[in-house]
């Protein structure tokens, strides 16, 4: 199993995401999709595989596009857990992610 952490962009926020992820994942694998390649922040985090999300809806804001991929993605990895920054952009692609899914979602 793995935890699925999605990374907006590195800094303070990212790491906070990354720290409760660690701590659900309990020894399982952390991986990671971003837009760009996060420097030293997700290394540090603990994240064992970067999936590198190449679309241009990630660097825009549309979240229910961004949902969409990160379902897509999901289906492939089958994490446990979906992890992202709560921040107001984490919260909803999170939320769409759990409109198309018909799972729980905590803020």
Same mark, same amino acid.
């Given at each position: 199993?793995?935890?699925?952490v999605?990374?907006?962009?590195?800094?303070?926020?990212?790491?906070? /995401?990354?720290?409760? @992820? %660690? %701590?659900?994942? $309990?020894? &399982?694998?952390?991986? !990671?999709?971003?837009?760009? &390649?996060p420097?030293?922040?997700?290394? $540090?985090?603990?994240v +064992? &595989?970067?999936?590198?999300?190449e679309?241009?809806?990630?660097? +825009?804001? @549309?979240?229910? /596009?961004i /949902?969409?991929?990160?379902?897509?993605?999901?289906? %492939?990895? +089958?994490?446990?857990?979906?992890v992202?920054?709560? &921040?107001a952009r984490?919260n909803?692609?999170? /939320?769409?992610? !759990?409109?198309?899914?018909?799972l729980?979602?905590?803020?």
């Amino acid at each position: 199993m793995t935890v699925l952490v999605y990374v907006e962009e590195p800094g303070e926020l990212t790491q906070q /995401a990354l720290a409760f @992820a %660690r %701590r659900v994942a $309990q020894g &399982t694998e952390l991986d !990671a999709v971003a837009a760009t &390649t996060p420097s030293d922040t997700l290394s $540090q985090g603990g994240v +064992s &595989t970067l999936h590198l999300a190449e679309h241009d809806v990630f660097s +825009s804001f @549309a979240p229910a /596009a961004i /949902a969409r991929a990160l379902v897509e993605l999901v289906g %492939r990895v +089958s994490p446990s857990a979906l992890v992202a920054a709560g &921040t107001a952009r984490g919260n909803e692609v999170l /939320a769409h992610v !759990a409109a198309i899914t018909d799972l729980p979602f905590a803020a």
